[in-house]
C-alpha cells in the first residue's frame, strides 16, 4: 500500500508489522478522573506508527529513549539495515522539513521513516563565499539538506534537493559528523575552486516525485500533537512532557534561527536544550558557562551567546 494510504485509524495488528496507524496507543496517558497518573512502571509503553514514506505496511515501535534507537526500531519492524533510514519526517510522507522529527514526537502522531534512495555525485563551483545550505543532521551519524536558498549557488544545481544527504566532500566521508562540522567544511572550502560533492536523496515512489523544495521557515509548524510529547535527549533517558509552552515555542523557533545564521545548520533539539540551559541562568555569562559545560563542541562565539541570551529574553516577554 502506497505511503500515507492507512493513517488515521486505531492502534492495532501485530507489534511488528501490520494493523492500522494512528500514533501512541490510545488512552497512554488516562486515568480515573479526579486520580494522579500511575507510577511510571505501572505506565502503558508508548506505542507509535510507523510506515517506509515511499511506501510500506504499516509497522509499530517502541521502547526507544532516542533518535539512534528509534531508527534501530524502525528498521527491525520492516526488516531493513538500521543504516538505511536517512530521517524521519512526521504525519506526512513528503520530504517536508517543516514536519522533520527532531527532540519531540507528538503522542499521536505518525512517523514516517526515509530511506536511502539513488546516489549521485555533483561537480559544484564556488563563485560565492556562501553557497547556501542549511545542514541538519538525524542524530545518528547522518547530516542532511534542510533549505537551499534561492537565488544560491546550490540552487542553480537541479540536482541537488532538500533531504539529500551529503555523503562526502572531496572523496572525505561525512558519514558519522555532525552538521556543524559538515557547515564549517562547506564554508571553509576557497572561493573560486571546484568542489565534489557525493550525496544520497531518500528514495520516492514514482508518484512522490514534484518540484524541488527551498524548504520554508521553521517555527511555524508545531511538532508534536495529542496529549503530551514524548521528548528526546541525545544523552539521558526520553521523557514524557506536556506540550510545550507558548514561550518555548517561540524561544525554541528564534534560536533555532540564530543557529542558521551564525553557523548554517537546524536543530530543533539543540536549539531547545539552549532554551532549558538559557531560562535557568542568570546572565549572559552564566548562559556562556551553561552552554560551554554541555555543548562545549560547538565552540559558540561570544556574539551568538549574547544574541541567543537576547532571543529567550524577548520570548518571556512574548516579542516575536
Known amino acids: 500500500e502506497g505511503a500515507g494510504g492507512r493513517a488515521g485509524g486505531g492502534a492495532v495488528g501485530d507489534p511488528a508489522v501490520g494493523g492500522g496507524a494512528g500514533g501512541a496507543g490510545a ?66 510522507h513528503k520530504v517536508d522539513m517543516e514536519k522533520l522529527l527532531g527532540g519531540q514526537i507528538g503522542l499521536e502522531d505518525f512517523i514516517f521513516a526515509h530511506t536511502k534512495g539513488q546516489r549521485k555525485e555533483v561537480e559544484v563551483f564556488k563563485s560565492e563565499e556562501a553557497l547556501g545550505l542549511t545542514i541538519t543532521d538525524n542524530g545518528a551519524g547522518y547530516a542532511f539538506i534542510k533549505r537551499i536558498r534561492e537565488g544560491s549557488v546550490i540552487d542553480r544545481i537541479p540536482v541537488i534537493s532538500v533531504g539529500d544527504m551529503i555523503e562526502a566532500i572531496d572523496g ?45 521557515r521553521s517555527g511555524g509548524t508545531q511538532v508534536g500533537s495529542g496529549r503530551g510529547t514524548l521528548r528526546l535527549r541525545a544523552r539521558g533517558p526520553a521523557t514524557l512532557e506536556e506540550q510545550p509552552s507558548a514561550f518555548e515555542e517561540l524561544a525554541v523557533a528564534k534560536v533555532d534561527d540564530l543557529l542558521e545564521s551564525y553557523m548554517g545548520i537546524r536543530d530543533s533539539e ?21 552552554l560551554d559545560a554541555q555543548l562545549g563542541d ?23
Open 27 to 92: 488512552g497512554s496517558l488516562s486515568t480515573a478522573p479526579g486520580l494522579p497518573p500511575p507510577p511510571a512502571a505501572l505506565r502503558p509503553r508508548l506505542v507509535f506508527h510507523t510506515q517506509l514514506a515511499h511506501g510500506s505496511p504499516t509497522g509499530r515501535v517502541e521502547g526507544f529513549s532516542n533518535v539512534r534507537e528509534l531508527y534501530g526500531k524502525i528498521a527491525e519492524a520492516f526488516r531493513i539495515p538500521p543504516a538505511e533510514v536517512m530521517f524521519c519526517t512526521l504525519n506526512t
Open 172 to 216: 572525505h566521508s561525512l558519514v558519522g559528523a555532525r552538521h556543524y562540522e559538515v557547515a564549517k567544511m562547506l564554508k571553509e572550502l576557497p572561493r573560486g575552486r571546484t568542489f565534489a560533492l557525493r550525496l544520497t536523496e531518500p528514495r520516492k515512489a514514482f508518484d512522490l516525485i514534484g518540484p524541488r523544495s527551498g524548504g520554508g
Open 298 to 320: 560547538f565552540a559558540f562565539p561570544d556574539e551568538f551567546v549574547f544574541d541567543v541570551w537576547g532571543a529567550i529574553g524577548d520570548a518571556k516577554v512574548g516579542r516575536c
Open 270 to 290: 539543540l536549539a531547545a536544550t539552549m532554551v532549558e540551559l538559557g531560562r535557568d541562568a542568570g546572565d549572559p555569562d552564566a548562559l556562556a558557562q551553561a
